[in-house]
T-cell receptor
């Protein structure tokens, strides 16, 4: 069974631009969560989608948004990029939306904002 | 809210040494507990999990026991190898927080030959 895939793996953007990251979950998994990982803040939860509905959201500004498609693939969008948005963005999928299930992570998208 | 506290790192050990990484948690209700491992340039991989009190999770020689009375989930391995060098994250998940795992800060383990 194929794992979680994320595209692109690396991205360099300029401050003020916007960016879209993509995540394909493991086949059969309907829950997709997004995390931001930085050396200073560690792993911070962005949001979670299940069956095309956002079920949970972390404490990030409205510039961070996401969506999920009927095939469970998910995209995350960041508008008006700031230098502080430079991070590794990780996508994770799981069978259910409940927190009891383990999550399967993709390799991440490394975003650098200059 | 939920929180996870891991022992401060980094940890450096010689090959075949005993490993303990401490993890304590705060949560409402009865969360599931996880250990994830992250190798350089990769995402996180599930190492082991436990879903109720006194459960022991184990994988690849690593073990951790869900201790409700001390709210702990310490990771142990009897004999580490150079290939175990990575960052280890303790995490919890609960049904009151859909799709969200709460992570500790991570502990960097370096094993020297």
């Amino acid at each position: 069974k194929a794992g979680v895939t994320q595209t692109p793996r690396y991205l360099i953007k300029t401050r003020g631009q916007q960016v879209t990251l993509s995540c394909s979950p493991i086949s059969g998994h309907r829950s997709v969560s997004w995390y931001q990982q930085t050396p200073g803040q560690g792993l911070q939860f962005l949001f979670e989608y299940f069956s095309e509905t956002q079920r949970n959201k972390g404490n990030f500004p409205g510039r961070f948004s996401g969506r999920q498609f009927s095939n469970s693939r998910s995209e995350m969008n960041v508008s008006t990029l700031e230098l502080g948005d430079s991070a590794l963005y990780l996508c994770a999928s799981s069978l259910s939306s409940g927190g009891f299930d383990e999550q399967y992570f993709g390799p991440g998208t490394r975003l650098t904002v200059t | 809210g939920d929180s996870v506290t891991q022992m401060e790192g980094p940890v450096t050990l010689s090959e075949e040494a005993f490993l303990t990484i401490n993890c304590t948690y705060t949560a409402t209700g009865y969360p599931s507990l996880f250990w994830y491992v992250q190798y350089p340039g990769e995402g996180l991989q599930l190492l082991l999990k436990a879903t109720k009190a006194d459960d022991k999770g184990s994988n690849k020689g690593f073990e951790a026991t869900y201790r409700k009375e001390t709210t702990s989930f310490h990771l142990e391995k009897g004999s580490v190898q150079v290939s175990d060098s990575a960052v280890y994250f303790c995490a919890l998940g609960s049904d009151t927080n859909a799709g969200k795992s709460t992570f500790g800060d991570g502990t960097t383990l370096t094993v020297k030959p």
